[in-house]
């Protein structure tokens, strides 16, 4: 028996090394962009969330410059005790304002935006019902509120039907939980059929906009908006780190809503507030949005673009089902998604090996942005007509 208590760690790291699950960052040297320096390589960038191409914007780093020379580099406290700016609720009401919404409440991060919310609204005596796909901060959060919590099949109405005839009548208050663009596969959830469930079971409905803010929708309002279900009570949570190139994180809904998780969600209450950089960028993402609607346009330009060549150029490759600027090739196993990954870098495209445990299955995911050029797509292209797969 070996005494060392911290012995466990090494052996788990080896069996992490021999299933090729294990993981280690890549430094990037350069500005977000469509293009990045890599390990030293330039590289067409196809691993980036900032769909709208805003996170080296200009007008974000000027907005963030400016509010930093008028409120300083920190909130220095939660916004209850000794953190809450004029700027916080400047965003706040911007962002109730986009998703049409009565109120949103702003998070430090999108993660604590979720383990926040359903920490505050649900407990003990509840039920959760959850997408197996879920983000992990859904799930997390589902176990820290110490509600039942049961697991769906991915996106099967079904089944979750089935699931709440058996248990809904047991519990207390019941919320339903799911991504609505799900991150790791681009498709996206069922929501007005999810909707249409809530309210015959008198379920709670909490959707993860994380990947939908700023690109679903006629306005790039989300997926409740791209679904014509804006008005529907639900409760809305996303992130300011990808479409809006920032940081932090929201859950917009209605006005008693937000009131109560600003006195009872741990994660807004005992946390620094969002740095006043931060808050001041990600208001100016959401201005632009409104404004400058061809970026969108153009993303989805390009994911169109990119869909059409794999069908023509690359039936051999599974495309998972996507409805987003997320598409996945599914590949056989972790190693063959890690070869091919390094492929692609050799060829100069930076796109993702992702394996389990994150996912079921391993594949190759590439993200699209606004700022990526046709030729940016066609050498992706050509890089896959290269990989032996």
């Known amino acids: 028996m070996n005494n060392n208590p911290y012995a466990w760690i090494e052996e788990s790291l080896q069996t992490i090394h021999r299933a090729d699950w294990y993981r280690s960052v890549k430094t990037i040297h350069s500005s977000p962009g469509a293009k990045v320096i890599l390990s030293g390589h330039e590289v067409?960038?196809?691993?980036?969330?900032?769909?709208?191409?805003?996170?080296?914007?200009?007008?974000?780093?000027?907005?963030?410059?400016?509010?930093?020379?008028?409120?300083?580099?920190?909130?220095?406290?939660?916004?209850?005790?000794?953190g809450h700016r004029e700027l916080h609720r400047e965003l706040e009401q911007m962002l109730s304002s986009t998703k049409q919404t009565e109120d949103a409440v702003v998070f430090s991060s999108g993660y604590l935006a979720n383990l926040g919310a359903i920490t505050a609204i649900v407990g003990k005596r509840d039920l959760i019902l959850s997408d197996h796909y879920n983000h992990s901060s859904l799930k997390n959060g589902a176990i820290l509120s110490g509600a039942k919590v049961i697991e769906y099949?991915?996106?099967?109405?079904?089944?979750?039907?089935?699931?709440?005839?058996?248990?809904?009548?047991?519990?207390?208050?019941?919320?339903?939980?799911?991504?609505?663009?799900?991150?790791?596969?681009?498709?996206?959830?069922?929501?007005?059929?999810?909707?249409?469930?809530?309210?015959?079971?008198?379920?709670?409905?909490?959707?993860d906009e994380a990947h939908a803010t700023g690109v679903m929708?006629?306005?790039?309002?989300?997926?409740?908006?791209?679904?014509?279900?804006?008005?529907?009570?639900?409760?809305?949570?996303?992130?300011?780190s990808k479409a809006l190139g920032s940081l932090g994180g929201y859950v917009a809904g209605s006005n008693a809503l937000i009131d109560f998780l600003r006195n009872r969600a741990p994660s807004w209450i005992y946390t620094t507030?969002?740095?006043?950089?931060?808050?001041?960028?990600?208001?100016?993402?959401?201005?632009?949005?409104?404004?400058?609607?061809?970026?969108?346009?153009?993303?989805?330009?390009?994911?169109?673009?990119?869909k059409q060549l794999i069908k023509e150029h690359l039936p051999h490759l599974k495309l998972l089902p996507t409805e987003s600027p997320i598409l996945?090739?599914?590949?056989?196993?972790?190693?063959?998604?890690?070869?091919?990954?390094?492929?692609?870098?050799?060829?100069?495209?930076?796109?993702?090996?992702?394996?389990p445990p994150t996912v079921s299955t391993s594949r190759i995911r590439i993200s699209i942005m606004a700022n990526h050029e046709r030729g940016h797509i066609d050498q992706l292209v050509d890089a896959l007509k290269a990989m032996q797969v």
């Open 217 to 240: 929708g006629k306005t790039g309002a989300g997926c409740a908006e791209y679904f014509s279900c804006t008005g529907r009570e639900l409760i809305q949570i996303g992130t300011l």
């Open 328 to 355: 996945c090739l599914q590949l056989p196993d972790a190693a063959t998604a890690l070869t091919a990954a390094q492929h692609l870098k050799e060829a100069g495209i930076f796109a993702p090996a992702i394996r």
């Open 44 to 82: 067409i960038n196809f691993a980036s969330n900032d769909y709208l191409g805003l996170a080296a914007d200009e007008r974000l780093k000027q907005a963030a410059i400016n509010a930093i020379q008028e409120h300083g580099t920190g909130s220095t406290g939660s916004r209850l005790l000794s």
């Open 153 to 207: 099949p991915h996106c099967d109405i079904a089944q979750l039907t089935e699931k709440l005839y058996q248990q809904r009548q047991n519990y207390r208050r019941c919320l339903i939980i799911t991504d609505s663009v799900f991150s790791m596969d681009g498709d996206l959830c069922p929501l007005p059929e999810l909707l249409d469930i809530a309210e015959e079971f008198s379920c709670m409905l909490l959707i």
């Open 273 to 306: 507030a969002l740095s006043p950089a931060d808050t001041a960028a990600a208001l100016a993402a959401l201005k632009i949005v409104q404004q400058e609607p061809e970026r969108r346009q153009q993303l989805w330009q390009n994911v169109n673009y990119l």
